[in-house]
Structures are given as C-alpha cells and as structure tokens.
C-alpha cells in the first residue's frame, strides 16, 4: 500500500530544566556536576503510531502542548524522536509559521524568489510558477516594492501563496489557517482541498473542529503526548468535547452545594446539565409581552428570556449564552454577551439577566432554549443546561424544512 | 558560480546550488541595500584599518618591513575574512533559526553560505591589495599563480572552524564569549603588522602551530617576495582539514538537532 508517512511507536523525551538552565559554572559549583543532580525528564509524545495513505488527510487535535507540533517537527525531520520511527516517501511541504523567511528591506518579488527556493524549488521552477504565485497572492500592483511596505494581509497572502506552490508529497499544516480574514481563510481551505485531491497527504493541526471535521478524513486526538483516540473525525472529535467537559467537572465539584439540582430533579449533572458549577443557573423562564409566563408563543410573537445565576465564589466577566434549537438538532438561533458586545462586571451574589426578542419569527414546533455560563476565555463551562427548557411554536403552514416564517406577502401580476 | 556547475547533475544539486546562491546574494544585498555607497563600505573598512596603523607604527614596527602598507593591508583583508566568518558562524542557529526550520533544509551549507559571504569582501580586497604592492614598486612574478591553493587553504580552513563553532555553540554558549576574545588577541597574537622576526625564539613554536600565521605569510611571501610559500605547512593544514571536515559537518547537523529542542 502507499503510504507517505509512517510513524511507529514514535516517543520523544525532553529534559525539564531546573530554572536559569544548568551547565553554568555557578551551578556546577553550587550544586554539583548535572550527572549528579536529578533531571526531569518528560514524554512530550509516547508510543505514537499512524500512517497516513496518498491523498489522504489528518486532522491533529489536542490541548495546547499536547504533543501536536513535536510530532509534526519529527514527521518533519527537524527535530529526531527517542524512540520508534517515522518514515517518509516525497518531499515535505510545510505550512508553519509562513513568512519566516521574509526579509522587510528586500522587494516582494525577492522575496519570492528566496523563501520559495528555501522552500525546495530551484530557480527555474520559480520562475515558472512566479505569475502563478503573485496572482494567487493578489500582491502583482506591489511586487517591486520593499516588503516592508505591505501590510501583515498581504504578506500573509504572499506567504501562504509561495508555500503552496512549493513541491510536496506530504503537506504538514500547523494552525495557519486561524490567520487572515474570513473571505481568505476560505481561500486557503479550498486551495489545501485542491492539493488535496490532487494526491498530496496532508497532516493538519488545528483548534477549530469544524475545519476538521469538514475535512479530514481522519483525526487524531493526542492528550499528553499520547493518542487517546483515533478514527472517524466525527466521532473523535467528540470524545475531544467529552474530555474537555469532564476537565470541567474536575473543577472544584465536590466543594459545591447542588442547591439547585436538589430542588430541580429533572436536572442531572452530565446528562443535560454541564460544568464547574462555581457560577450556577438557579433558574430560567420565558415570558410573553403581557409578563405572563409560557412555554410556547405564536410565530412573530415577542419573547423575553430570564435567566437567573447564583455564584458560590466571585466570577469575573462571565458570558452568557443562549441557543435555541429545534427537536431535530438544529441550532436555529445563538447568541451570547460578549458577541454582542455585553459586558458583565463581577459577580459575587445572585440576579437576573434578561434576553429580549422583538419578535421570534421561527416556524411552528418544538424547540429547546439552552442557556449556558461561560469562562470569560470560553476556557470552561459553568453551567450549561441543555434540552431542559422547551418553547412551543404554534403551528404555521408549511413543512419544517425551513427555520424562519417571517411576515411575508405574495403578489401575483398577470400579463 | 560557474565553478559549481559540473554538481548539477540532478535536481536536487540544482536546488543545492540555487540555495546557496540566493542565500549569499540575500546576505548582501540585505547588508548593503539603502547605503549610499553600498558595496564599496566593504573597502573603507580595511582602509581605515590600514590608515590607523600604518599611522602609529610606520616610523617604529614598519621601518624594518619592506613596503609596509602592502604588508599591513595583506595581512588585514586575510585576517578580517577570518573573523568575520567566525564571528557569523557562532551565531549561525541562532540566525538562521527559521531556515533550520524548514523540512528538508540542508545544514551543512550554513557555513559555506559564511564563509563564501564574507569571501566576497576579501576578493574585493585582493585587486585593491595588488595596486598596493604595484604602487610599492615590485614586481608580480609567475609564482602569483599560487595564490589560489592560500586562497583554497583559507577558505577550507575557515569552512572547518565555522562549522564547528556554530556546532558547539549549541550547548556551550560561552563558545561566543571565548571567540571574542580569542580573536581580539589573535590579532596582536599574529603577525599582522609587525615582522615574525620580531618573535621570540621561545615563542616560536606556538605560531608556528597557527594555521593563519601561515595563510597570512603564504600571502605575503607570493604577493611581496615574489616566492613560493613553504608548502609543508600549508599542505600540513589542508591534508588536517580535509580529513576532519566530514567529521565536523555530521557534528553540526547533530547539533541542529539538539538547537531544535532547546529553543
């Protein structure tokens, strides 16, 4: 079978360093000879094994320094593993850290020329592809003019347009793709799609699932250095979400009073109610436009969300978020404070916060409001109640196919 | 480059070749781009070194020294190509860490791109270093055509040193300290501007171990004697390089390695 990449219980081990690093004389000195002393060591990656066939694509995920760019730096041959192997067949495209070799004083078409040539083509390839190049980038107006004189966009845009014309067999991606703006984010991943199909295995890293999961093939989730799971990206990207949530649970859990999962049986902790519970949802209710509380409206009615928390220790710029989603999974509507620009100050005692609809426009059926409390970084969850609140649409005409019935008018002109 | 044109048998000399030529064309473009005299910075350089002692020592060292700027200036450019390519080479990584980074980037050119760097202000030196000694009045003989093996013996010597500099620096950062100063006593430690007859007899032995005391005196002796340096020294020197040279060029990939993780 072809496969590019072949990596077989590959482990890397690095030495943790006492603070201001040994092999100083002063040390020697003070504390001995570094053989006598006790260095740490650590597994940056443990028994690693996957391959990776032609054409195919891999998504890495894990946690910050869970052993994701140690392993592309092996694959890479930039830096050597302590144990297993890797193999590979082809020449290595890389996509990290782009622009590195960029020199701000020379022009931009210098510039090509030298970072694709570190890049492994040979001048003539370069001249061949430099058009090509320069189009892609949308840089032809300033190719003559110093790089210093481009802004970051368009370097990036430089950057990423010599790497992917660079010759590849194996393209390793490591979280570029977060740079840019929306319209060439998209750019790139179409272009990472061609290079794709046209036979190139892809390696590639990144925090946003979705892009994983839209893409690859397969993933790899790798937690402290080890693969916890491997397979449909689907599937392991769930697990990743689960172990994040558990982490979440860790916190602090058993400390905290239940209150309200006492007074509220339908709530069970890990099956529709999620987090640390340092910040907790005491409560939530719906209300309609005349203040009475409901659990369903009429399509293009107003609604008005209550959600009431209760910290147990002081919370700091929390968010608040609330989904609404259809009984068939879909997220119709999701909003939270800090996308809309609402800032919370400090909690440290129980209240309200209120979500106001106009008007709801959505079409008849059953929904859920879910309603969660978040980290100030979204690093974790404090509360999230999941499926518990329903809201009732009454029925509008039409199938479910579509999310929204707004007010509307057919006009009809006959000739 | 014209001289590296018999390695591009394939594709993958060719890229080694492309590499190094852009890379030492990077190098000084970036050194000299927006300057006003740009590339001719590299004359005043010596020049001014010339001027300074030839001004403090031509009446009391120089009196003994057969045209003495000739003398002075020759022994400069070879000893300025020396420390500038040591110099750069101890902090290779540290300079090119985003080259090192690349998949698939060949270390071992790192001290070729140097020392062939540095080279070209020693070429550029070398024609100015002929008017000198025309003007100083002696003749050029045949024997001047024994100027490019000093001149291989130099640039081997300096590809050795290079290589293994920025290798060690790696895990001893105190190699670029110790090369500092190394290199500021080596400049009085050689005989730059002052006459090998002037050294003690007891001291003798040490210079004679110094591979540039004879790369310097090879130059003197073809360009200024108009005679064949002693070969046993200089074939000594270039046999000892060759030899180690594989050894200290696996040395540096080695340490790439080891640069990779301490970052």
Known sequence: ?415 | MSNFKFLCNNRKHRFYRDLFRELVLRNIKVRYRGTLLGIAWSFFYSLAQLVVFYMIFASSLGERIRDYPSYIFIGLISWTWFTSSLFQAVDTFATNRELTRQPGFPTVILPFIIVFTTMIDFLLGLPLALIFVRIGGIEFRLVILALPLIFAIQFLLLLLLSALLAAIQVNLRDMKHLLNIMLRLGFFLIPIFYEPSIIPQKFLLFYFLNPMFHVIKGYRMILLDGQLPELLPLISILVIVLLFLPFTLKFLENAKYQFMETL
Request: proline share 4%.
């Open chain 1, 1 to 415: 079978m072809n496969t590019p990449v072949e990596v077989n219980q590959v482990g890397k081990r690095f030495k943790r360093y006492q603070p201001g690093r040994p092999r100083k004389l002063e040390n020697f000195l003070f504390q001995g000879p570094s053989w006598i002393r006790p260095v740490t060591d650590f597994w940056a990656l443990r028994e690693v094994s996957f391959s990776l066939g032609g054409g195919q694509m891999v998504g890495l995920i894990g946690r910050n320094s869970s052993g994701k760019s140690t392993l592309l730096r092996i694959i890479a041959d930039i830096i050597r593993p302590d144990e297993g192997w890797v193999r590979t067949k082809g020449r290595i495209g890389a996509l990290l850290n782009l622009g590195a070799n960029f020199h701000p004083d020379l022009t931009g078409r210098e510039n090509v020329y030298i970072s694709s040539i570190i890049g492994g083509l040979d001048k003539q390839e370069t001249s061949k592809r430099f058009d090509s190049i320069v189009a892609f980038a949308e840089v032809e107006d300033f190719i003559d003019n110093p790089l210093k004189t481009y802004s970051t966009g368009m370097q990036m845009r430089l950057a990423f347009s010599i790497a992917v014309h660079s010759d590849f067999d194996i393209l390793l991606v490591d979280e570029v793709l977060s740079v840019g703006d929306a319209a060439f984010q998209l750019r790139c991943l179409n272009c990472i799609e061609q290079i794709k199909s046209a036979g190139v295995s892809i390696l590639f890293v990144s925090h946003d699932t979705g892009q994983i999961k839209n893409f690859c093939d397969e993933a790899i989730w790798l937690r402290h250095g080890v693969i916890a799971a491997i397979g449909d990206p689907d599937g392991v990207v769930r697990q990743y979400f689960d172990d994040m949530s558990h982490e979440t649970k860790r916190r602090s859990r058993d400390k905290k009073t239940l209150s309200i999962s006492n007074e509220r049986p339908d709530l069970k902790l890990d099956v529709n109610r999620f987090g640390s519970l340092e910040l907790e949802i005491a409560g939530v209710q719906l209300f309609d436009n005349s203040g009475q509380a409901v659990t369903g409206i009429e399509c293009g009615e107003s609604l008005h969300i209550a959600i009431e928390y209760m910290p147990h220790m002081d919370i700091v710029e929390p968010i608040f978020g609330v989904d609404i989603i259809r009984d068939d999974k879909r997220v119709c509507c999701n909003m939270n404070t800090a996308a809309d620009g609402q800032m919370i100050p400090k909690i440290s005692g129980p209240g309200k916060i209120f979500l106001h609809f106009d008007r709801l426009d959505l079409h008849g059926g059953r929904y859920f409001i879910n309603v969660g409390i978040y980290e100030k970084n979204w690093t974790y969850t404090y509360d999230y109640h999941k499926n518990v609140y329903p809201l009732t649409i009454s029925q509008t005409p039409g199938d479910k196919r579509g999310v929204l019935y707004p007010p509307h008018d057919w006009e009809v002109f006959t000739v």
